[in-house]
């Protein structure tokens, strides 16, 4: 139980244009989806905090404008890259929060590696 | 954003040996967790510790929530190679910032 997934797992993508990312929850209804980022050899920084029907809540320092994150139902949350540049090359890994679990309960995603070229 | 401090960054050895790791943090938190991630996968839970003083085991894994609330430490005994991997502890603070902070990691590889 409790299995995240992520689509796709990989994507290039040109510089300027967007890239949608697909987080689902499999087996369980998730109040709450996080997203991180993760540069080679560094650790997980969270980027945003989404609640489902509701707006997301931005890590300081990560634009809202360029990473739209839209959590429309318990199972499904979607981060998008908007015109994105080679910076935004990286590793993003959405977490899930289960509905009446623990408050530090979050099952992670396997990932999705962004490459801009 | 916050991150804890892991130590070692690195750590090479060889089968069946045992393995020690700490994170230290300036912030207390409530709960400390400890992952383990392998390439290009999420990170995966291994350990939950809950109140201070804490030791828990899981199978060969043994960790614990400092006195002060504000370091952890995670043991591995008689490594083997698939422990390789890269081993993040995490802290969660409910005090109004519900998130959990990662540490900068421990990339164990195994010799061997």
């Known amino acids: 139980g409790a299995v995240v997934s992520q689509h796709p797992s990989r994507v290039i993508c040109k510089s300027g244009t967007s890239v949608k990312i697909e987080c689902r929850s499999l087996?369980?209804?998730?109040?709450?989806m996080f997203w991180y980022r993760q540069f080679p050899k560094q650790s997980l920084m969270l980027m945003a905090t989404s609640n489902e029907g509701s707006k997301a809540t931005y890590e300081q320092g990560v634009e809202k404008d360029k990473f739209l994150i839209n959590h429309a139902s318990l199972t499904l949350s979607t981060l998008t890259v908007t015109s994105a540049h080679p910076e935004d090359s990286s590793f993003y890994i959405c977490s899930a929060h289960p509905a009446g679990g623990w408050a530090y309960e979050q099952y992670f995603g396997p990932g999705t590696r962004l490459t801009v070229t | 954003g916050q991150q804890l401090n892991q130590s070692p960054q690195s750590m090479f050895i060889q089968e069946g040996e045992d393995v020690s790791m700490n994170c230290t943090s300036s912030?207390?938190?409530?709960?400390w967790l400890w992952y383990k991630q392998e390439p290009g996968e999420g990170p995966v839970l291994l350990i939950a510790l809950y109140k201070a003083g804490e030791l828990t085991s899981n199978g060969r894994l043994t960790a614990q929530f400092g006195i002060t609330r504000k370091d952890s430490f995670l043991n591995i005994s008689a490594s083997i190679p698939s422990d390789v991997g890269i081993y993040f502890c995490?802290?969660?603070?409910?005090?109004?910032?519900?998130?959990?902070?990662f540490g900068t990691g421990t990339r164990l590889t195994i010799i061997p």
């Open positions: 087996d369980f209804q998730a109040t709450t």
């Open positions: 912030s207390i938190f409530n709960t």
């Open positions: 995490a802290g969660w603070a409910n005090f109004g910032n519900e998130k959990l902070t």
